[in-house]
Nanobody, 123 residues
Framework: VQLQASGGGLVQAGGSLRLSCVAS????????MGWFRQAPGKEREFVAT????????YYADSVKGRFSITRDNAKNTVYLQMSSLRPEDTAVYYC?????????????????WGQGTQVTVSS
């Protein structure tokens, strides 16, 4: 499975962006999917995850109520809708796939990673 993330960019505080992650290969509709981010000088951190069916989601406290993770299994795509963006949301955002279909906050439970897309929020 290969993952291609896109949709990052420069946005003002309070603005919105939608990230997309397209998966190639078979089995996407059985994979749990997650978004993580890494800010300059910081460790990568969990953002959001969605179960293989789309029936379960989980968010980091820092983004709860502002970000929404969804998926379209027919398009092999997972989305991260980001609203009310803050400068502290600035980071490289990575999508990841868990072949066991879980929704997990743990990086080591993900088997495949995308290349990352830069999100910069100006104040």
């Amino acid at each position: 499975v290969q993952l291609q993330a896109s949709g990052g960019g420069l946005v003002q505080a309070g603005g919105s962006l939608r990230l997309s992650c397209v998966a190639s290969g078979r089995g996407f509709n059985t994979y749990g999917m997650g978004w993580f981010r890494q800010a300059p000088g910081k460790e990568r951190e969990f953002v959001a995850t969605i179960r293989w069916s789309g029936g379960g989601t989980y968010y980091a406290d820092s983004v709860k109520g502002r970000f929404s993770i969804t998926r379209d299994n027919a398009k092999n795509t997972v989305y991260l809708q980001m609203s009310s963006l803050r400068p502290e949301d600035t980071a490289v955002y990575y999508c990841a796939a868990d072949s066991k279909g879980r929704w997990s906050r743990r990086e080591n439970e993900y088997d495949y990673w995308g290349q990352g897309t830069q999100v910069t929020v100006s104040s």
